[in-house]
């Protein structure tokens, strides 16, 4: 990518227009104009048809992802019979697939690798004219944040927000000549395959790591006698141990007085949707007790809906209500060979804890718990393990962060020619 960068040089001469102020020399086009055909999909279902474990592949928004590659592993299919009824949406190379129901905006290109194919109404088939146009350059300027916010105004409220056809033939695009368009989307393309390749380490090591955990959590680091447990066989020198005699602490956060909340000053608390999440809106108290500060490396436990756990990495926190704390209260258990040993059983406890309408997870329930127990050394010894693959995993999402938003800041520079490609 470095001699095409090397080639990049800035634009002069612009004007105003409705695809956004671009350079003198392009062209703000409606999508509709540069198109063949602009329609949509059918549920097979609606029509009598039914899916198929093989055949034709269905293409539906949920295997598309965020860098417009399709996820096929999960991807539906139907007959050839299903396929001949419905004619409108069969799917064709170099065909722009754009998501117009629930999630906007997502997209994609028609590979001949997923051919044949077909889609349902939350995807949108955009078919260009050929002439002086690239399917890849039209795709990423779908995928602009002047697009973003475009169809954000756009988007109606209904049973779920959607784009009628109308509203998409209408979006304005910034037409540069075909061979800046090439180069434009050669640049692009670079990017996303550094991008794709460390998506691909990182689900590499993320299914290592799964599978290694399963096997140092049960059968442990070189072990060759083991013994039947109500838990599975173990080695014989582990015991099985309930959370809650003695091995484990935990807190659950304050009900605090939202009437005290702060949106600059004081502490900020931890709700549910944080643990392992980053939000913009943060409430922050100033008046709290000492006991509920969470500091970096605490083990959070959401307690409704979803059991999500993560270790906290923010700055010092209060501990709002529906999450809780919990860190070891043994000297003979350590803390992070807790914090892999509770995975499994909480998602086991999502499975089966039901509320009246969300799951909702007890501090009994919790204390409740019974692990395997290895001794001390081994414990640190599979932790460290574990630990050293969460660092990669952790190194590499913070390389594709970085990646990705080099790949945004050239997308606003190059889509709307402030800089040029010559």
Not at 253 to 267: A, E, I, N, R, T
Not at 348 to 367: A, F, P, Q, R, Y
Request: include cysteine.
């Amino acid at each position: 990518m470095s001699n095409q960068i090397g080639s990049l040089k800035m634009g002069q001469k612009f004007k105003k227009t409705p695809a956004g102020e671009i350079p003198v020399d392009w062209e703000s086009v409606l999508l509709g104009d540069l198109c063949e055909l602009i329609t949509k999909g059918t549920t097979p279902t609606t029509y009598g048809f039914q899916f198929t474990n093989s055949g034709i592949h269905f293409v539906k928004v949920e295997n598309i992802d965020d860098n417009g590659h399709f996820i096929s592993g999960n991807m539906l299919c139907i007959s050839e019979a299903t396929q001949l009824a419905l004619k409108r949406s069969v799917l064709q190379k170099d065909d722009i697939l754009f998501s117009i129901a629930g999630v906007l905006g997502r997209s994609a290109i028609v590979t001949d690798d997923i051919l044949p194919a077909n889609t349902n109404q939350a995807l949108a088939i955009i078919r260009l004219k050929q002439e002086g146009l690239d399917s890849c350059y039209v795709r990423y300027f779908l995928s602009s944040d002047f697009i973003k916010g475009h169809i954000g105004e756009m988007g109606t409220q209904g049973a779920q927000i959607n784009l009628s056809l109308a509203q998409l033939n209408a979006i304005p695009i910034a037409v540069p000549s075909k061979p800046e368009q090439k180069k434009i989307t050669e640049i692009l393309s670079s990017m996303d395959a550094v991008i794709g390749s460390i998506n691909t380490v990182i689900e590499k090591t993320k299914k290592l790591k799964k599978g290694l955990t399963c096997q140092l959590l049960t059968r442990g680091i070189g072990h060759k006698k083991f013994k039947k447990t109500p838990l599975g066989q173990i080695p014989t020198d582990w015991e099985i141990v309930r959370l809650g005699d003695g091995y484990l602490n935990i807190l659950s956060g304050s009900p605090f007085d939202s009437s005290l909340f702060s949106l600059k000053d004081g502490k900020p608390l931890i709700r549910i949707r944080d643990i392992g999440e980053t939000h913009t809106e943060t409430y922050y108290l100033g008046e709290y007790d000492a006991k509920y500060i969470v500091e970096q490396g605490d083990v959070l436990i959401g307690m409704d809906g979803e059991f999500r756990m993560a270790q906290w990495i923010g700055a010092p926190a209060l501990l709002n209500q529906r999450v809780c704390k919990i860190w070891a209260g043994s000297k003979s258990l350590d803390a992070k060979f807790l914090f892999y040993s509770l995975k499994k059983p909480l998602e086991d406890l999502e499975d089966i804890i039901s509320g009246t309408t969300v799951k909702h997870l007890s501090t009994k329930d919790i204390l409740n718990i019974k692990i395997p127990l290895p001794p001390l050394k081994e414990q640190l010894g599979i932790a460290g393990l574990l630990s050293e693959l969460d660092l990669q995993i952790e190194n590499n999402e913070k390389s594709l962060k970085k990646q990705c938003e080099l790949k945004k800041g050239l997308m606003s520079i190059l889509l709307t020619g402030k800089v040029r490609v010559i």
